[in-house]
């Protein structure tokens, strides 16, 4: 593992840990988001939490290279609790994070690799439920936001049917925490798709079921 930039980490193949500060014995549980392009929600998340440890991770260098500017000159200085990791995203969170280490997830507006044979590149499969059920703390938030109906359902699909989680009102971002994506399709008012479930408290016990309305939280923003 090398700090490429100020706050950058980056995992290389032959890497088998990833040994933070904030993943040390004892330490808060993180909240990560995974794919978080400019870094434009989970900085402002930071600047506003500042005892909070978050992670982000990415892969593109040159949004990394703005993340890194962000965490840097924060609005009331630099963010000593963020850092962003750029590493293949399913690799990290199965292989290299330890258990009941998070306490929140943002999942928002993934690739959705929309082509059938391209589904399995997919980050949120079925198995990721078994994943998340060991890297959260009890309580812990998976948060889904994205544009693509299909890919929605299927997130949707996975976690609803798991009695390890129960679904809980979604997070529906200020403009500060909105992220680049996000706000292009409601400048074009396109439905955005969201949605969030909690791990139960108890790993023994299948959730109490609740009554949910409808399937779909959408935000749209009226031409």
Not at 31 to 55: H, M, S, V, W
Not at 88 to 97: N, Q, T
Request: glycine share 4%; aromatic share 12%.
């Amino acid at each position: 593992m090398n700090e490429i930039l100020p706050h950058i980490l980056e995992l290389k193949d032959d890497d088998k840990t990833f040994e933070h500060p904030f993943l040390a014995p004892g330490a808060k549980p993180i909240e990560l988001e995974i794919g978080c392009g400019n870094g434009r929600f989970i900085a402002a998340r930071a600047t506003k939490n500042p005892d909070q440890p978050y992670l982000a991770v990415e892969r593109m260098m040159e949004r990394l290279r703005r993340c890194s500017r962000k965490a840097v000159n924060g609005e009331n200085g630099e963010l000593k609790n963020l850092d962003f990791v750029r590493v293949e995203a399913g690799r990290f969170v199965r292989e290299m994070l330890p258990d009941h280490c998070v306490k929140a997830m943002y999942l928002f507006f993934p690739d959705p690799w929309p082509k059938r044979r391209h589904h399995k590149n997919r980050f949120f499969q079925r198995e990721m439920c078994d994943v998340l059920t060991r890297i959260f703390v009890p309580g812990g938030i998976m948060y889904i936001s994205t544009d693509h109906e299909e890919y929605y359902k299927e997130m949707y699909k996975y976690l609803s049917e798991d009695n390890r989680f129960t679904e809980i009102a979604p997070l529906i971002r200020e403009e500060d925490e909105q992220t680049d994506f996000e706000r292009l399709f409601l400048s074009k008012g396109d439905p955005i798709y969201h949605c969030a479930f909690q791990l139960c408290n108890s790993r023994m016990q299948p959730c109490a079921l609740i009554f949910i309305p409808t399937l779909f939280r959408l935000t749209k923003r009226q031409k």
